[in-house]
């Protein structure tokens, strides 16, 4: 009778220390906002793109299920820094003012930050956006950029990509400050618009985690360390992004 209690006890114990390696109960929950074509955007109510299926990997080599919570872009970093979630990845830059309070792993893709206007703008450069009104989405480094440099007063914040270009068609606003790959899925959806050629800014990608989580970090960057050796990043990439001239 009692070696059963303590076998069970020890059937138990061994439960609670597995399910505690991935978080919570064999899953890796994920942290998105899905209106950022095409890194997470939905298709017939999935959520796909380029960060779901690098997700899915990291996933699948931590032998764990994941899990995509859709929620707005400000809110995902608080959501890893309390633990609701196991990580954040949402074309996410990598910037000083988030490692203040979050950890991020090594890069897996480039952005650059461009500006869209009205086909018949004359807004031709950066320096054409003085005294203009900007749009921008809620709390992105597009946010955080067209504030340093042309101040509050000329910065619109939306909490969706697609709102601000909504009222960029409108005429509410001038331009859009976003990640280069939406402004061409926006731009290619919407008639009218078009991107100004000269680059706004150039960032780098990474997923976020818990400060509090270093092992997890750890099996991240392993991972992502080894599907960038494999081709399997540049794959997902080129699927959703295809190179030019192929
Ligand atoms: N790369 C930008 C940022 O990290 C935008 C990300 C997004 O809107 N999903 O702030």
Same mark, same amino acid.
């Given at each position: 009778?009692?070696?059963?209690?303590?076998?069970? =006890?020890?059937?138990?114990?061994?439960?609670?220390?597995?399910?505690?390696?991935?978080?919570?109960? $064999?899953?890796?929950?994920?942290?998105?906002?899905?209106?950022?074509?095409?890194?997470?955007?939905?298709?017939?109510?999935?959520?796909?793109?380029?960060d779901?299926?690098?997700?899915?990997?990291?996933?699948?080599? =931590?032998?764990?299920?994941?899990?995509?919570?859709?929620?707005?872009?400000?809110?995902?970093?608080?959501?890893? !820094?309390t633990?609701?979630?196991?990580?954040?990845?949402?074309?996410?830059?990598?910037?000083?003012?988030?490692?203040?309070?979050?950890?991020?792993?090594?890069?897996?893709?480039?952005?650059? !930050?461009?500006i869209?206007?009205?086909?018949?703008?004359?807004?031709?450069?950066?320096?054409?956006?003085?005294?203009?009104?900007?749009?921008v989405?809620?709390?992105?480094?597009? &946010?955080v950029?067209?504030?340093?440099?042309?101040? &509050?007063?000329?910065?619109?914040?939306?909490?969706?990509?697609?709102?601000?270009?909504?009222?960029?068609?409108? $005429?509410?606003?001038?331009?859009?400050?976003i990640?280069?790959?939406p402004?061409?899925?926006?731009?290619?959806?919407?008639e009218?618009?078009?991107?100004?050629?000269?680059?706004?800014?150039?960032?780098?990608?990474?997923?976020?985690?818990?400060? &509090?989580? &270093?092992?997890?970090?750890?099996?991240?960057?392993?991972?992502?360390?080894?599907?960038?050796?494999d081709?399997?990043? !540049?794959?997902?990439?080129?699927?959703?992004?295809?190179?030019?001239?192929?």
């Amino acid at each position: 009778m009692k070696k059963s209690i303590a076998l069970l =006890l020890a059937l138990l114990l061994m439960t609670a220390v597995l399910a505690g390696c991935g978080g919570n109960s $064999g899953k890796l929950t994920m942290a998105t906002n899905a209106a950022f074509e095409p890194y997470e955007y939905y298709e017939n109510e999935k959520i796909v793109g380029i960060d779901a299926e690098i997700a899915e990997k990291i996933a699948d080599k =931590l032998g764990l299920e994941l899990e995509i919570r859709d929620m707005e872009f400000n809110s995902i970093l608080g959501a890893v !820094q309390t633990g609701t979630v196991d990580m954040g990845m949402a074309g996410m830059t990598v910037d000083e003012e988030r490692l203040k309070s979050v950890n991020f792993s090594d890069t897996y893709a480039n952005g650059i !930050q461009v500006i869209i206007v009205r086909e018949d703008s004359d807004i031709k450069s950066a320096d054409d956006l003085k005294d203009k009104q900007i749009g921008v989405q809620d709390a992105t480094t597009g &946010d955080v950029f067209a504030t340093d440099d042309f101040g &509050d007063d000329h910065v619109k914040r939306y909490s969706k990509g697609s709102d601000a270009v909504l009222a960029l068609k409108n $005429g509410t606003i001038d331009a859009v400050i976003i990640d280069n790959e939406p402004a061409k899925a926006f731009v290619r959806a919407n008639e009218g618009l078009k991107i100004v050629e000269t680059e706004y800014a150039n960032e780098e990608y990474a997923i976020a985690v818990s400060k &509090d989580n &270093d092992e997890l970090l750890e099996k991240i960057n392993k991972a992502l360390k080894e599907l960038k050796e494999d081709g399997t990043i !540049q794959e997902i990439i080129d699927k959703y992004i295809p190179p030019e001239g192929k």
